[in-house]
Every structure is written in structure tokens, then in C-alpha cells.
């Protein structure tokens, strides 16, 4: 499948040529293309994860929300999915995902539509705005960069996309808006080549998997800090919906028997989080 490779695209009117308008809470007259960030990241997404064409300004003229709203301006992720999906490409929407489960989909080589709040990025050399601090989005992409929409060097002062943001100031910013350690992320399903990256720390004398990259197949899976406490709730950390995408790292025998089997799976680098065999398999 073609892909891989993004074309950056800045949601500045003077550079994208959209020149619409709509009317803000304030009942000024603005330009559209400033409250188009999740259109334009998206997409920049469609075209790395298969090399569909589109501009920002497309994805929002086929949302359900052409005319920005006056109090709400912004489109949401659902909102985009499905303009995206009407061109073949299949975004993950997923709530309050834990921040280092975003990481690990986007080193297996995912592009991640990262929601976060700006202020932490506003004053750093990564801004596309200083005098910016709210909701935005931004793609961030398996070999670390980050595709801002307001990066497009304008003036001095205003970074240049790509950039490579560190990783706990994006989780600082994704905190922000969806609470400590948390994220409002679109997992882009296909999965590019990546570089090899660390070794994970196995737990439970968890094996290297056969498979990678598994989906849940149950309405709601578990995530457990070790392989057990079935049926007790006392180490959930976390809820996945049917059809997430999961990365496994490891695989153990040596888990609580449920349903006659033994095998957890190992979601996580450090060896913390697992989930039971039934709930997930191979995608």
C-alpha cells in the first residue's frame, strides 16, 4: 500500500488559498482556516497512512460541519474518521487512551492524530503560535516527528514542520486536555516500516510473541497489571473497546487459568499491563 511519507500542510488561509469565513462567538467575521487544525491533520494522515490526496480544506468541506460552528469551531476525530473513511482510510477514535499505549502504537509504526492543549508547546522553540494556549491537534508520526498545522515558519519565531517534539512534553500537552498520563488520539491503522527499537522488559517469563499487533474481539477487554485477579477488579488499569488495536510485546503461560487457558499477553514495554487471551487476538 502506498504511503509512508507526508507532504506538510499549514491550515493558514494565505497558504492553503481558503478564503471562507464564518461568524465567531465574539460576532466577528474570521477567516475558517484557523479553526480547521484537526481537518488538516487529518488530512496529512490519510496521505502517510495510504497515500490518499486530500488538503484540510477538503476534509472539512465533507464533514457533517462545512461552516465552522461560532462556539465551536473546531471539528472532532469522529468527525474526520468519517470523512476518511469515505476514502478508504480507517482511523482508530479512541478516548482517554493511555499516553504511553499511544507511544507504542506509533513506534510499531502507526501515525497518531495526538489532541492535546497548546500551552505547554505555546513558548517553546516547537510553536506555531505564541500567543496561542488552547485545544489543538497534531500528527505525530513513527519516526518522531511532529506535523503542526501552525508550523509554517510565517514569520521568525515560528517553528517549521517537521519537528521533533519530546515525547513528555507531548504527553504533558495530551495530559492536559484528556488528564495525566491520558490522550484523545486517531490511530491510523495501516502500519509502516519502522526502525528496530529497545528491547522490552518481559514479565512472567513472558516469550517474545508470534504476532504483534492484535484487536480486541470482545464489547469491553480488560487490562490487568499482571496476568490474573480474574474476576476481581482490584488491578484493572485500564478498559479497551471491541476492535482497539493492541500491541503485544509478550506472551506467558504462567497467568491465572479463565476459560481453561493460561495465556496473557503482555500490552505494554515495561511488563505492567496484560491482558487475557480471549479478549484479543492476532489482527
Known sequence: MAGGTVTFQAQNPRISGDKRTYVNAEGKTVLAGWANCTAFVAAMGAQFDSGVDLTGTDVRKESTEPVPDRFSPGLNLGQVATVLKSHGVEMDVEGKIPFDEVDDLREAGHAIALQLIYRPIQHTIFSGDPTFGAGHIVLWTPDGLVYDPLDDGRRPGIARAPVRIPTPLLREAAGLLAGPGRAFAGVFRTRHPVAAKP????????????????????????????????????????????GAIVTVFGTTNRGQKVGGSRVWHQVDRAGHRFMHSSVIDPA
Open 199 to 242: 528491547q522490552p522488559t518481559l514479565a512472567f517469563d513472558a516469550k517474545p510473541p508470534q504476532h504483534d499487533e492484535f484487536r480486541v474481539v470482545v464489547p469491553v477487554a480488560l487490562v490487568r497489571s499482571t496476568p490474573g485477579g480474574v474476576p476481581g477488579k482490584q488491578n484493572v488499569v485500564d478498559r479497551k473497546r471491541r
